[in-house]
């Protein structure tokens, strides 16, 4: 079992930046692939970006590609999503993902999940 807890969301108006951060405890964090999604209101959740066990490899939605930054520290069994430019469409839940195989969680097929935290983009 993995356990994920996020942390970092919060309001900020549009233009302006987070960092949200997810805290892995209970297997070795440097074995999975790691992810960032998000659910908005009456819509499905889907994967914003996605970083593999070592770091090298990373993945993000075309959405958000150039404004949002994926990373892990595996010292520190901590993953982050850093959002730059925020735009009002950013607005959702954003949930930690992780799952040992990269392709599982780009293909949203991730096994275990996080709580969730609320970004709030006020236009």
């Known amino acids: 079992q993995v356990q994920l807890v996020e942390s970092g969301g919060g309001l900020v108006q549009a233009g302006g930046s987070l960092r949200l951060s997810c805290a892995a405890s209970g297997r070795t964090f440097s074995n999975y692939a790691m992810g960032w999604f998000r659910q908005a209101p009456g819509k499905e959740r889907d994967v914003v970006a996605a970083?593999?066990?070592?770091?090298?490899?990373?993945y993000y939605a075309d959405s958000v590609k150039g404004r949002f930054t994926i990373s892990r520290g595996n010292a520190k069994n901590t993953m982050y999503l850093q959002m730059n430019s925020l735009k009002p469409e950013d607005t959702a839940v954003y949930y930690c993902?992780?799952?040992?195989?990269?392709?599982?969680?780009?293909?949203?097929?991730?096994?275990?999940w996080g709580q969730g935290t609320q970004v709030t983009v006020s236009s």
């Open positions: 993902a992780a799952d040992g195989a990269f392709s599982r969680v780009i293909t949203n097929a991730t096994g275990y």
């Open positions: 970083i593999n066990y070592s770091g090298r490899s990373t």
